[in-house]
């Protein structure tokens, strides 16, 4: 157990609404990643963190923001949400050894009607 | 080119077959290339992950098969189980991509009874 808590589990909101996810970890990894998974395209990055207030643009970061203020603690935000945003969004961290596998939490699925 | 293919995306075996996923890549610097396991409603998990310096990597009944020259690889699953059902991901990951990785659109695999 990686110690990854994912916030909410599911939600179903209206599009144009905003939408906060939250990625809690309990200890103290560097890396923190938000993913996308959809049916036919796997995982998608959409924003990574590589430090408190240090983010990176992933490949569909389009839509979505991201914000780092404590280490545990990695925000997703869907300014006005979307249809096409309906997915099931994972955090993952990266593990400390020198091949720094990742560990996912559980997943948020989201719905966007 | 970050893509990882990724090849059937679904497969059905009997208990006892041995089912072979595959994945082709076109970046050369890719260093690392693991194989993530998803059950349902769960976060993927690594499975096994080599190294491009090998051909081949083993842990239990899972197998990476590396073939440098034509960058491929596969996993096999040896004696496959009931509880081996999940969907599977490749991926590949390199230092200068800021440690990111690119997964594979996944493999949902069903063993029967």
């Known amino acids: 157990d990686a110690g990854i808590t994912q916030s909410p589990r599911h939600k179903v909101t209206e599009t144009g609404t905003p939408v906060t996810l939250r990625c809690h970890q309990t200890e103290n990894h560097r890396y923190m990643y938000w993913y996308r998974q959809d049916p036919g395209h796997g995982l998608r990055l959409i924003h990574y963190?590589?430090?408190?207030?240090?983010?990176d643009k992933g490949e569909v970061s389009d839509g979505y923001s991201v914000s780092r203020s404590k280490t545990e603690d990695f925000l997703l935000t869907l300014e006005s949400a979307t249809s096409s945003q309906t997915s099931v969004y994972f955090c993952a961290i990266r593990g400390q050894g020198a091949v720094g596998e990742l560990f996912f939490g559980e997943g948020s699925r989201l719905t966007v009607l | 080119q970050q893509q990882v293919k990724q090849s059937p995306q679904s497969l059905i075996v009997q208990k006892g077959g041995i089912p072979i996923i595959n994945c082709a890549y076109e970046?050369?610097?890719?260093?690392?290339f693991p194989w993530y396991q998803q059950f349902p409603g769960k976060g993927p998990a690594l499975l096994i992950a080599i190294r491009p310096d090998v051909s081949e990597k083993k842990e239990g009944r899972f197998t990476i098969s590396f073939n440098k020259s034509a960058k491929q690889f596969s996993l096999h699953i040896m004696d496959s189980q009931p509880g081996d059902s999940a969907t599977y991901f490749c991926?590949?990951?390199?230092?200068?991509?800021?440690?990111?990785?690119?997964f594979g659109p996944g493999t949902r695999l069903s063993v029967l009874p």
């Open positions: 970046n050369t610097a890719f260093d690392y």
């Open positions: 963190s590589y430090g408190v207030k240090d983010t």
């Open positions: 991926a590949a990951s390199m230092k200068d991509y800021g440690q990111n990785f690119v």
